[in-house]
């Protein structure tokens, strides 16, 4: 039985290798790239479905690739716009046994059995999150990302949290709960943009590549 067990193990291993190799050979050459965070199960007509594809549309002419969880509602809204706009549309798509159904509007499509695996594309790959509405998935994709930014784990990103009305009362008992308790620091908030407006979080996502071109240019001169 202990031998079977180390099988299992092994085999495990190999398809969570194989998982990696496979992400770091297609996402390699896909640019600067914003991940686009959301429920999936919100409908195409929702408010929140026509901004999501807006914002992508908006980020695609500036550029960007677009990544997304892969699957229906905010997911296929990023890659919707993306897509409508002939940009790199990529789906980071997790096997679940309820949602999670590829959409039909990626052009760069991967599948993800681990999610540890899927969340360590997204980061590795993205230069800014937008988080719209969404669930415990949500939540996780863009705490992990602050929490990574805060202990200095990766490089600076833009985390912008899209929907004052639904992102308020987190915010709001971040400060009140977290912040009160010496849990979180001050300028912890910093990291966090809260907005309605898809200007200003363009805005904030072309000046952070602005800076970060300014640094690679930098670092290019001193290496040379």
């Given at each position: 039985?202990?031998?079977?067990?180390?099988?299992?193990?092994?085999?495990?291993?190999?398809?969570?290798?194989?998982?990696?190799?496979?992400?770091?050979?297609?996402?390699?050459?896909?640019?600067?790239?914003?991940?686009?965070?959301?429920?999936?199960?919100?409908?195409p007509?929702?408010?929140?479905?026509?901004?999501?594809?807006?914002a992508?549309?908006?980020?695609?002419?500036?550029?960007?690739?677009?990544?997304?969880?892969?699957?229906?509602?905010?997911?296929?809204?990023?890659?919707?716009?993306?897509?409508?706009?002939?940009?790199?549309?990529?789906?980071?798509?997790?096997?679940?046994?309820?949602?999670?159904?590829?959409?039909?509007?990626?052009?760069?499509?991967?599948?993800?059995?681990?999610?540890?695996?899927?969340?360590?594309?997204f980061?590795?790959?993205?230069?800014?999150?937008?988080?719209?509405?969404?669930?415990?998935?949500?939540?996780?994709?863009?705490?992990?990302?602050?929490?990574?930014?805060?202990?200095n784990?990766?490089?600076?990103?833009?985390?912008?949290?899209?929907?004052?009305?639904?992102?308020?009362?987190?915010?709001?008992?971040?400060?009140?709960?977290?912040?009160?308790?010496?849990?979180?620091?001050?300028?912890?908030?910093?990291?966090?943009?809260?907005?309605?407006?898809?200007?200003?979080?363009?805005?904030?996502?072309?000046?952070?590549?602005?800076?970060?071109?300014?640094?690679?240019?930098?670092?290019?001169?001193?290496?040379?």
């Amino acid at each position: 039985m202990i031998d079977d067990l180390k099988g299992d193990e092994s085999w495990r291993m190999f398809r969570i290798i194989s998982e990696f190799t496979e992400g770091f050979d297609k996402l390699s050459d896909i640019g600067f790239t914003i991940s686009i965070f959301g429920s999936a199960r919100t409908d195409p007509n929702d408010p929140y479905y026509l901004k999501a594809v807006e914002a992508s549309k908006r980020l695609a002419k500036e550029n960007y690739s677009i990544i997304s969880g892969g699957g229906p509602g905010i997911m296929a809204a990023a890659n919707q716009g993306a897509a409508e706009q002939g940009a790199i549309s990529v789906g980071l798509n997790i096997d679940l046994p309820f949602e999670q159904t590829p959409n039909k509007f990626q052009n760069k499509s991967l599948e993800f059995r681990y999610f540890f695996v899927r969340k360590v594309m997204f980061v590795k790959y993205s230069m800014g999150y937008i988080c719209f509405p969404g669930g415990f998935g949500t939540l996780d994709e863009c705490f992990e990302a602050l929490t990574l930014v805060q202990t200095n784990k990766i490089y600076k990103i833009p985390v912008i949290l899209f929907g004052v009305e639904f992102w308020s009362g987190l915010i709001d008992w971040m400060k009140d709960t977290l912040l009160s308790h010496n849990t979180i620091s001050e300028e912890d908030f910093d990291l966090i943009l809260l907005t309605d407006s898809i200007d200003e979080a363009v805005e904030l996502l072309n000046n952070h590549r602005e800076q970060k071109l300014k640094y690679i240019k930098e670092a290019s001169k001193e290496n040379s």
